[in-house]
Nanobody, 124 residues
Framework: QVQLVESGGGLVQAGESLRLSCAASGGTFSVYFMAWFRQAPGMEREFVAG????????VYADPVKGRFTISRDNAKKAVYLQMNSLKLEDMAVYYCAASARALFGTSPVRYDYWGQGTQVAVSS
């Protein structure tokens, strides 16, 4: 079993950048497909970005393509989300998630472990 702790959230102005981090403990980090999700008030949790076990493949939701970059460091047991050109609509609680399943998925139900979330606020 893996435990996940996010950090790096905060308040920024539109157009600025933030880098989220997710530190993992317990388990074997490299066996997990990792992803970032976000949830705005009154909205469903949505997939943002995912990265394969080796880090060689990444997937992004359309609204963040070209602005966000997901990466991981298996030696440090960490996954990151670099968010550039932030928009008001990016404001949400961001969650790190881990999946031990064989096939990749963007649905939250395919992820076995979750962090507590970190708030990202964007002002105009």
């Amino acid at each position: 079993q893996v435990q996940l702790v996010e950090s790096g959230g905060g308040l920024v102005q539109a157009g600025e950048s933030l880098r989220l981090s997710c530190a993992a403990s317990g388990g074997t980090f490299s066996v997990y497909f990792m992803a970032w999700f976000r949830q705005a008030p009154g909205m469903e949790r949505e997939f943002v970005a995912g990265i394969s076990r080796s880090g060689g493949n990444t997937v992004y939701a359309d609204p963040v393509k070209g602005r966000f970059t997901i990466s991981r460091d298996n030696a440090k047991k960490a996954v990151y989300l670099q968010m550039n050109s932030l928009k008001l609509e990016d404001m949400a609680v961001y969650y790190c998630a881990a999946s031990a399943r064989a096939l990749f998925g963007t649905s939250p139900v395919r992820y076995d472990y979750w962090g507590q979330g970190t708030q990202v606020a964007v002002s105009s």
